[in-house]
Structure formats: structure tokens, C-alpha cells
């Protein structure tokens, strides 16, 4: 699965196999597991042992859909959240969730997005890729400055922040908080890129 073939997609019935079989990969590193805090954690718990069935991943898709509504009903404490998925036809290859705002822990610890690609997917660029593409979308949402923070440990999503213009900021407990602006360099929205000069 080529990095320039995947692009970002609103969660959809239509990577069910494929979602099915990165979520296998998931759990066999481990996610889903009650100390596992993350998104795909507690929607494992959640969904893991029936979204095998097709009505059930219809529901979870629009449960998924509907957390970026902020009449959803959601957890305690979360906020409304959009999440993407990263795919390639009907390869489901990773996902990404933008935080509509911070509330204390966000800020905090765990900032405005989260992702994961697939383990059999990894090492391709496609976090680095992942990111680029959905920062347009946090700037949509109003987010001119999205907090990302990461495990002190965790190399590779220090890469995919910095890759992406993220300013580190400090450490909190085992966290890395990283600014990254929404507005990329290379977005034609942005007045200063290319596509806007040549219009200009
Ligand atoms: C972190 C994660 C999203 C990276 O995804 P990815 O698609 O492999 O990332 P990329 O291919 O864009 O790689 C970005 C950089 O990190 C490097 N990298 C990737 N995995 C690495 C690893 N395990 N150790 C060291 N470097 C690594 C890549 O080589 C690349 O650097 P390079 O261009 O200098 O080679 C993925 O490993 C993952 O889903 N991990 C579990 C969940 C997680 O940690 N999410 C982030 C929470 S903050």
C-alpha cells in the first residue's frame, strides 16, 4: 500500500475485512487491553467482540461519524472528536482523530490529535503522510495551533510531529507537547504557499 495512494476518509462500511484485520494487529501488540487508555482502546473494548457483524460495524460507523457532533453523546469528559480513517481502496491502513477543542487533560497530556497506523503498514510514511493530510481539516475545525503530544519513547511519533512543523514545547510526566500549525506551508489556504502566489 503506497503512501500516495491512500488518502484520508470519513469512517466507512466499506473497509469492513480490511478494518477487521488491522484491528487483529492491534490487539496482538497489545491495544484494547483495560490499561489501555487510548481511542482505539476503548472502542475495542467496546466494539471488539461484535464488529464482525456487519450491523454492528454499520453502528460503529455511526457512532464513530456522530462523536464529531457536539450534541453526541460521548464518555465523560471526552469532547467532540473527527475521526478520518487512512485508506487505501478498500484497505483500511490507519486512522486519526482530531479534538474539536482542550479541556484540562488535553491540554495537558493529550493534545488535539491522535493516531495509529496498522502494524503491517508502518515504516512506509503513511503517519507522516496521515498527519499532513488531516491538519487542512483541524484548521476547518478552528484549530490554528494543534497540540500533539507523545511517549518521551516513542521515536517515531516524534518524527511524524516534527516532519509536520511541530515545535516542541515541553515535557510533562512522560509527555512530549509539540505545537504544530495547522495551516502547513504548503496548504492552499495558507497565503504564503505557492498555489496562492501564483493566483495572486
Ligand atoms: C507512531 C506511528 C503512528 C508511526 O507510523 P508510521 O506510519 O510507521 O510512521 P512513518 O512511516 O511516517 O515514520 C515516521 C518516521 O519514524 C520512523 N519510525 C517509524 N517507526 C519507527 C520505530 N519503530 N522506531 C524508530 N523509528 C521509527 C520512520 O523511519 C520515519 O523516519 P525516517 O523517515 O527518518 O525513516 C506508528 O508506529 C503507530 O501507530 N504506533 C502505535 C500508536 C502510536 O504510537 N501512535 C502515536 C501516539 S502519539
Redesign the pocket.
Known sequence: MTVSMAQLSPPTVDVHESFLAAMAEFQA?GRGYLEDR?MIGSEIRTYGRSWSSPEVFTEYVRWLRAQALESSTRPNGWVPSTTLWWVDGVHFL?RIAIRHWLNAHLRRLG?HI??????S??????????LHAALPVAHELGIEQAL????ED????????E?NGGVFENKIDNKLRFWTPALQPDDPANPRSAGQERHA
Open positions: 501488540e487510548s490507519g493534545g491522535g493516531y495509529d497506523v496498522r502494524p503498514a508502518r515504516r512506509l510514511g503513511h503517519a507522516t503522510a496521515m500533539i503530544t507523545c511517549d516513542n521515536v517515531a511519533s516524534r518524527k511524524v510531529i516532519r
